[in-house]
């Protein structure tokens, strides 16, 4: 057991599961620049003072996840004990923000590569930048999770022995999203791609929007955010993550779209 200073980068879109109920994936980097994961959580389940935000730096006592063997993975030892420390910001251009995630860090450019480093078990979560972001897609989805996974969830919740300091009583379930997003995009090789999006913002981008309009122009707002805002005004990196069935089955192409990096370009010199 160690206790680790982690600056939160990556928050999934929660899933739910028989056993655990409904978790996010968190990734982040270490003070040295190197990836950590931490799963499984049950964020909404967590109290406020451990409810941590993207680009926030915590605190935790965590130790290498023995389920999971993607060299990245740890779990976190008592969720109680998680510390919310100083939060980065985006002034100056995100200087501070391009500190950890570009200046520690190898930015992959080739598809190739990178599935190759995951098949040989080396890596699972990458920071990429695409040559060429070709489309951003929508397609519709299942809306709702399967009900053999809620009556799991619902006997569990009665058993009442899933997490320590549950606040049952006010929760629910997250909803499924009825879409799955994904970006189309090239690699320095010229190697074409479609890879879901899966990090929590493009849900709560697209349930707050849907609140406001129709699903189809909520639809069309979450693709203005990610095609016209992020691809075309923005310095765009995606944070890639192997899910942990296709990386040990060694999937043609494991990796998924786990969160995005959008700075804006630099505008100034010796931002470091």
Known sequence: MAREKVLITVKTYPTISEKYKELACTAGFREDGSWIRLYPIPFRLLDEEQQYRKYQWIEADVVRNTKDSRPESHRILGTSEIKLLEEVSTDREWADRRKFVLGNQKIYTNLREIIDLAHENR??????????????????????????????????????????????????????????????????????????????????????????????????????????????????????????????????????????????????????
């Open 123 to 272: 890596i699972s979560l990458v920071v990429f930048k695409p040559t060429e972001i070709l489309d951003f897609v929508a397609e519709a989805a299942e809306p709702v999770w399967p009900q053999n996974k809620i009556n799991g969830i619902l006997d569990s919740m009665k058993q009442g022995h899933l997490f320590e300091d549950q606040r049952l009583e006010d929760f629910r379930i997250m909803p499924k999203l009825p879409y799955k997003f994904s970006y189309r995009f090239k690699d320095d090789a010229g190697v074409e791609s479609k890879l879901m999006i899966e990090d929590w913002e493009i849900g709560q981008l697209y349930w707050n929007c849907e609140k406001r309009y129709s699903k189809d122009e909520a639809v069309r707002k979450v693709r203005q955010k990610y095609m016209d805002d992020f691809v075309k005004t923005k310095d765009l990196h995606l944070f890639l993550g192997t899910t942990y069935e296709w990386h040990v089955r060694k999937a043609r192409n494991p990796f998924v779209i786990i969160g995005t990096f959008h700075p804006p370009h630099i505008t100034q010199q010796n931002l470091f």
